[in-house]
């Protein structure tokens, strides 16, 4: 569903990725973590077409971003940490504005089911101007959702939620995922992470640190005979600048 083989990326000189090779089948939803600068954003925004990869193939339902960025877009969203909206459009312009760029069918019904599941019903009629921060984040995610996205691509997902919204967001993904979504969430907040991601991938300078399961993760690290959380795991796989220190599963 999602395959990213020897992406790498260079910004003016700066390697931002470094053949980054990974991929997400339907029902896995990806945890993918590492400190600020680390190159999430990049991969993610590479992967949905907004930054050209420097190499490397980057797919989506097994159409390639680059040769076939229209089929590839039509089947993912992406939800950016800070997400652009419109601002003198209403909630509700939002959404018929996605349902006809989309070519959504039953939009009317299934943005209703959005609205209601998020609590943003009471601001159908809104401007985003005038949302607070938290509402501009659930509206981004309804709008991502309209069109039942095959691949889902988060960065930093809960940011301005209330615990209301964190709840409907995590169920939502468990549910989507469910449905056979490919999933990949950027986070800093690791124990949401450990919470419901089936894979983890730590990046660290560009770099892949370990990418699999979180119990091959766990497996991979143990202290003493005892498991680590992937908090003790996350400082121990970014704190040595040795690659060697840290297996990678896919290699
Ligand atoms: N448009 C850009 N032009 C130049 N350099 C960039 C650009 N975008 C990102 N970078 C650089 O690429 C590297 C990776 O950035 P990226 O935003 O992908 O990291 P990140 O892991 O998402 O970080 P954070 O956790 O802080 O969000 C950083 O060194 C950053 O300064």
Redesign the pocket.
């Known amino acids: 569903m999602i395959e990213i083989r020897d992406f790498r990326?260079v910004?003016?000189g700066?390697l931002?990725?470094d053949q980054l090779s990974f991929s997400v089948k339907p029902g896995e939803v990806l945890g993918l973590i590492?400190?600020?600068?680390?190159?999430?954003?990049?991969?993610?925004?590479s992967l949905c077409g907004l930054?050209v990869p420097t190499s490397g193939h980057l797919s989506v339902c097994g159409y390639d971003i680059e040769k076939a960025p229209i089929e590839a877009k039509k089947r993912l969203c992406y939800i950016p940490?800070d997400p652009p909206l419109f601002s003198d459009l209403t909630v509700e312009q939002h959404l018929a504005f996605t349902a006809s760029v989309y070519n959504v069918e039953n939009a009317t019904e299934k943005a209703a089911q959005l609205l209601e599941t998020f609590e943003l019903a009471s601001k159908k009629t809104t401007r985003a101007s005038d949302l607070s921060r938290g509402m501009r984040q659930k509206l981004a995610i309804i709008c991502g959702y309209l069109h039942e996205p095959e691949v889902i691509l988060l960065?930093?997902p809960m940011t301005g939620l209330d615990p209301h919204g964190i709840r409907k967001l995590k169920e939502s993904i468990r549910i989507r995922a469910e449905q056979g979504a490919a999933i990949v969430i950027?986070s800093?907040l690791l124990a949401m992470v450990e919470d419901f991601c089936t894979h983890v991938l730590i990046?660290k300078s560009?770099q892949q640190r370990f990418c699999g399961t979180l119990d091959e993760l766990k497996d991979s690290f143990v202290s003493h005979q005892n498991s680590m959380t992937l908090e003790q795991i996350f400082f121990h796989a970014t704190e040595t600048d040795s690659p060697s220190l840290v297996p990678s599963l896919t290699e």
């Open positions: 990326k910004y003016d700066l931002a990725v590492g400190p600020n600068g680390a190159g999430k954003t990049t991969t993610l925004r930054v940490d960065d930093e950027s800093h990046l560009g």
